[in-house]
């Protein structure tokens, strides 16, 4: 069984719920089209997309704002440059264009792309007044806190520049606790999909908290481990796990088939059965490749949850 693009359902069974991608980047109006039609084909009806303004407003008259619930990217380099005035700028910015959420990114790569020279930290007092607008505001975050471990691990090995993994996610605890955002998403299964123990921990620790599974090679990777211990975290907090992909459009030239092995290799690792199967497209970042996905067999109910109504719940409230 592999994928195969003449047949995108290869390998899939009838499905019973709708998909809602929670995490997709739309970097040009255009760039939708595609990303709608391949979604389409794999049960994917709405989107939440991290879309400039312009983008927004153009989707919108082009008729597609009903399917896409859009968060504003807050300007990184303003972080890693200790400008919070411009991020207050954007901030105000995305509420008056009735934005759905903020997008935070804090891959430490972040303050390479902007040569920052000041040591990051998002328990930096300058932040705070950006938080507290965040909290005033009650606008949802959808943050990127850390990287895969093993960047950690090779990439990332000056620890006072990028900080630890375990730094990185301590500050952002010490954020969940002196605020009280409404909710929020921390992506990329709470940037751990390695330790589902402190996951599990964090879930129960802060209510507000949802995780989404963005990065299809990093979550087939790492929940394919061990599929006993990721299925009984799904029987556990099911509704707090967001369907997301992290797809990116409109940035560089990508074809139908980047966006046809993402969500084919995610179906197939939440619904089905098959194991040791070729993810489809290379995982630079596995020390032991290939990455094989190795289906979870999820059960009707998590995914009628984890697939749709999760979402709809957090982006419908009442
Ligand atoms: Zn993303």
Redesign the pocket.
């Known amino acids: 069984m592999q994928f195969d693009l003449s047949d995108p359902l290869n390998g899939l069974s009838e499905l019973n719920t709708k998909i809602w991608d929670s995490?997709v980047?739309i970097w040009s109006a255009d760039a939708f089209e595609p990303l709608l039609k391949i979604g389409r084909q794999y049960g994917v009806h709405q989107f939440m997309g991290?879309a400039a303004p312009d983008v927004k407003k153009t989707l919108e008259e082009n008729g597609h704002g009903d399917l896409v619930n859009f968060a504003y990217y807050l300007p990184i380099d303003a972080f890693a440059s200790h400008e919070p005035e411009r991020i207050l700028k954007a901030l105000d910015e995305a509420h008056s264009e009735n934005y759905s959420m903020v997008k935070l990114w804090f891959g430490p790569r972040f303050l390479d792309f902007f040569k920052a020279d000041k040591p990051f930290s998002l328990n930096l007092p300058i932040f705070d007044p950006v938080f507290s607008l965040i909290e005033k505001y009650g606008i949802p975050m959808d943050i990127?806190v850390a990287d895969p471990d093993i960047w950690y691990d090779t990439k990332y090995q000056d620890i006072i520049r990028y900080r630890t993994k375990n730094q990185a996610m301590n500050e952002f605890r010490n954020i969940l606790r002196e605020y009280s955002f409404p909710k929020l998403i921390s992506?990329h299964f709470n940037s751990l999909p390695e330790h589902l123990d402190q996951v599990s921990k964090d879930l129960t620790d802060f209510p507000n908290l949802y995780i989404d599974t963005?990065s299809t090679k990093w979550m087939v990777r790492e929940l394919g481990k061990n599929i006993e211990s990721t299925r009984s975290f799904f029987e556990k907090h099911y509704t707090r796990v967001l369907f997301a992909t992290?797809l990116s459009v409109g940035w560089e030239d990508r074809d139908e088939e980047y966006l046809a092995t993402r969500y084919w290799a995610q179906r197939i690792f939440w619904e089905s059965n098959h194991q040791k199967i070729k993810l489809p497209f290379p995982d630079a970042d596995n020390p032991n490749p290939p990455t094989y996905i190795n289906g979870l067999n999820l059960s009707k109910k998590i995914l009628e949850h984890f697939y749709w109504k999760n979402a709809y719940k957090f982006f419908n409230p009442r």
């Open positions: 995490h980047h991290i990127h992506v963005a992290d």
